[in-house]
């Protein structure tokens, strides 16, 4: 495979952006609707193990404490001014969260230590290189039995979310998201050995169609 290995893409691209990134992303995506949805995939348990790759501002993470206060989540992104953000809004909150900074393909945990991974809007910032990269390391990260629970842009589901998806190729790069518009994802997660592969749900949103699938490590 050629390698396709970029430079890092912030959340809207440009550093200087990032502080706009929460009030669009609530407007344009139906944040909170589908991030509670993605939460809803998975049956977390007390003292359980969750790591959410890609954290950005750290809405997700502050869901997944919220609904299950005796879980252990972990925020991971590759962006420190973001994780500052982070840390803010779960200080606020008034909830016990852990940061930390690192690249999505190269994580700095051990073998099997989450019981359950999450990820939004993370896929269709990778080339497709560093897609594959960050599927074995999830998939390395993730105990046996263990759910990955995704959330990102999918094939349109008409000609009007293909129109307006062009506003995230356009911003984040049509080499990282060409993949994301064909659908490929639910294929990848295939070939990297993951089973159970399901299309939760699928929303149409002011920039696209927005996908949430769930999968599992095989427990054996």
């Known amino acids: 495979m050629p390698s396709q290995r970029s430079k890092y893409i912030y959340a809207l691209h440009y550093e200087w952006l990032t502080f706009l990134y929460d009030p ?9 609707t589908f991030k509670k949805a993605l ?12 790591l959410d790759l890609g954290c950005g501002t750290g809405t997700l993470s502050l869901i997944l404490k919220e609904t299950s206060p005796q879980a252990i989540i972990i925020g991971c992104d590759g962006d420190k001014k973001i994780l500052k953000m982070a840390k803010v809004k779960a200080t606020q909150a008034k909830r016990e969260l852990y940061w930390h900074c690192a690249l999505a393909y190269e994580l700095p ?3 099997a ?3 359950h991974v999450f990820s939004s809007f993370l896929f269709h910032h990778l080339t497709r290189e560093n897609k594959w990269r960050t599927l074995r390391e999830i ?3 993730l105990k046996p039995g263990g759910g990955l629970h995704l959330a990102d842009w ?8 293909r ?8 911003l984040d790069g049509f080499q990282t998201t060409g993949d994301n518009v064909r659908g490929l994802l639910s294929s990848y997660l295939q070939e990297a ?5 399901r299309e939760v749900r699928n929303y149409n949103t002011f920039v696209g169609s927005l996908c949430l699938y769930k999968a599992h490590k095989p427990a054996n």
């Not at 669009?24 to 909170?32: G, S």
């Not at 999918?154 to 979310?161: A, F, Q």
């Open 113 to 115: 230590t989450f019981n």
């Open 39 to 50: 939460r809803l995939q998975a049956e977390i348990q007390p003292g359980q193990k969750i």
């Open 193 to 197: 050995g993951f089973v159970e592969i």
């Open 24 to 32: 669009l992303v609530r407007v344009a995506t139906k944040e909170f």
């Open 163 to 170: 129109l307006t998806f062009l506003l995230i190729q356009i």
């Open 109 to 111: 945990y051990a073998e």
């Open 139 to 141: 998939w390395r990260v």
């Open 154 to 161: 999918g094939r349109p589901s008409n000609w009007l979310m």
